[in-house]
């Protein structure tokens, strides 16, 4: 398939864009993000463009700005660098129009120095999620970089170019290591991204879930399950449900007429209500083994636990284990 084909597969099969849908490109005037912008319009989504210029390169990045307003019609929004790091400017990037559906121009190649520096930095063969958490869309993972450049020299498309690119830590993959794994094999870089394969078999949030570098997380999976992963330790819990009337969890029937309560699976650094104790001591005090405190029910408002079945008691709310 061409680029286009492409791209719109991967849209409707990760269900990116909505059908003739309104998309806000971020684009910085390189290859890949004129390529998205144009790429967009061809399909028929309704598109836009933001630039953010950080000001760091002086009057290239003026430049960049000009070409952005001028080529794409991009609005553009002066951000002054509060850093210089690659992953704080992009945070700054990505705090603009947080309330619209936003697309990058990340290509398949950028995947690849994704995972290899992810593999390298946390040992772990990590990529770039079609979607972000943020909502952010990356509708070009499925084509490469020399792609993007191709489509816009076939339509007489200009870009920019980042002097600065060579000095990033994707600038180094890119002109040092990728050249070397190609000698070692010339499909290093398809290789490479094969080793997303096996998050493709889980559910994305559950692969997220598990290449968390955060020790503690939590992820909706859908139909009242979710997914919470404690340090080294991952369990499936029941949603939060309300407690009207009765409310089965696992072996437990909860009753009550109190209003705006709700049973839920317990968290870590939950503690009693209008009390210092944790839920955790609640839970070895009562000697309730490690492997059974996940699938244990409490009984919350709002954040605050009011009972926990069979060890504390409240007021109008009944347990009973079966």
């Known amino acids: 398939m061409d680029v286009l084909a492409r791209v719109e597969e991967h849209i409707r099969r990760h269900e990116l864009i909505e059908p003739s849908g309104d998309v806000l490109c971020l684009v910085s005037g390189g290859a890949d993000s004129t390529c998205l912008f ?53 945070d700054i990037r990505y705090s603009f129009a947080t309330g619209r559906l936003r697309a990058t121009g990340h290509t398949a190649s950028d995947q690849v120095e994704t995972i290899l520096y992810r593999l390298v ?42 002097s600065t690119n060579a000095d990033t830590r994707r600038g180094l993959i890119r002109d040092e ?3 070397l794994l190609t000698r070692l094999h010339p499909a290093a870089r398809e290789n490479i991204l ?40 991952l369990w499936l819990e029941a949603s939060p449900v309300d407690l009207r009337g009765e409310v089965r969890w696992g072996p437990w029937r909860i009753e ?33 083994p490690r492997s ?15 009972a926990v079945p069979g060890i504390v008691d409240c007021d109008g709310v009944t347990a009973t284990r079966e």
């Open 121 to 162: 930095s946390r040992g772990a063969a990590t990529g770039m999620s079609p979607r972000r958490e943020d909502g952010v869309v990356h509708p070009l993972l499925c084509v490469w970089r020399e792609e993007t450049e191709a489509f816009c020299r076939e339509r007489g498309l200009a870009w920019r170019e980042d």
């Open 256 to 288: 009550t007429e109190l209003a705006g309560l709700r049973v839920r699976g317990w968290r870590p650094g939950d503690r009693l209500a209008g009390r210092a104790k944790k839920i955790q001591d609640v839970f070895v005090d009562a000697k309730i």
């Open 177 to 179: 290591i990728l050249p």
């Open 292 to 306: 059974d405190r996940e699938g244990w029910p409490l009984v919350v408002r709002g954040d605050e636990v009011v």
């Open 194 to 233: 094969r080793a997303l394969d096996t998050r493709r078999t889980l559910a994305p949030a559950l692969a997220e879930l598990l290449d968390a570098p955060v020790g503690s997380k939590r992820v909706d999976l859908g139909r009242g399950v979710q997914a919470v992963r404690e340090h080294d330790r």
């Open 38 to 90: 144009h790429a967009l319009r061809e399909l028929g989504y309704r598109v836009a463009a933001l630039h953010v210029d950080h000001g760091l390169r002086g009057e290239e990045s003026d430049e960049d700005a000009r070409f952005c307003a001028h080529e794409l019609g991009a609005e553009v929004v002066q951000a002054a660098a509060r850093c210089r790091d690659e992953a704080g400017l992009r």
